[in-house]
């Protein structure tokens, strides 16, 4: 069967994928889809931010970082998973120091692992998924946080925000149809 170390390289794998597992359901931010409604639109085109439409449709959704994560899940993960793994190395193995420097190593890539997953998921929360119907016929669809700033039938523009991601807005440039 398995041996003792078969075992312990086997920790960091069970330990990514239980992890993994628990992420799905969740949306990105940005831009969920297209449609290519108006003749030489591209399907699946992200160059859709910076065009103008309205509204639509607006449905709730799970959104993955909707409260944004810290960035350093990877890092903090790996480094306490270094430290646990060491310890538990050395002790497995007769308190060696080639069963501490293995156990530091595998406990180093399944806390980065744990740490990179928990902190993508660090703040998902509600978000709103909002059909765009741009004036050139092309619907797009964008996932992002709640705000309140959109609502159903406002006149709105694709932009994008600090990081990239598409987001929907309120038009303020045009007086209200």
């Not at 330990?15 to 449609?35: D, F, H, K, R, W």
């Not at 993960?77 to 002790?91: E, K, N, R």
């Not at 744990?114 to 998902?124: N, R, S």
Request: charged share 15%; with cysteine.
């Amino acid at each position: 069967m398995i041996g003792k170390w078969g075992r312990f390289l086997l920790l960091p794998l069970l330990l990514a994928a239980g992890l993994t597992a628990c992420e799905s359901g969740a949306v990105q931010p940005g831009i969920v889809s297209t449609s290519a409604a108006a003749p030489g639109a591209a399907n699946g085109s992200v160059a859709a931010v910076g065009g103008s439409g309205r509204v639509v449709s607006i449905n709730e959704i799970s959104l993955r970082g909707a409260g944004g994560g810290s960035g350093n899940g990877g890092m903090m993960g790996g480094v306490i998973g270094a430290a646990g793994g060491a310890a538990l190395g050395a002790a497995s193995s007769g308190y060696s120091v080639a069963g501490m420097l293995v156990g530091a190593l595998l406990g180093a890539v399944g806390g980065a692992i744990a740490g990179t997953i928990v902190d993508g998921q660090h703040g998902t929360g509600r978000g709103i998924e909002v059909v765009v119907q741009r004036d050139d016929g092309q619907r797009i669809t964008v996932a992002q946080r709640d705000d309140g700033d959109v609502q159903l039938g406002d006149r709105v523009q694709i932009v994008q925000d600090r990081q990239g991601v598409a987001k929907v807005v309120r038009d303020t440039t045009r007086s209200r149809d």
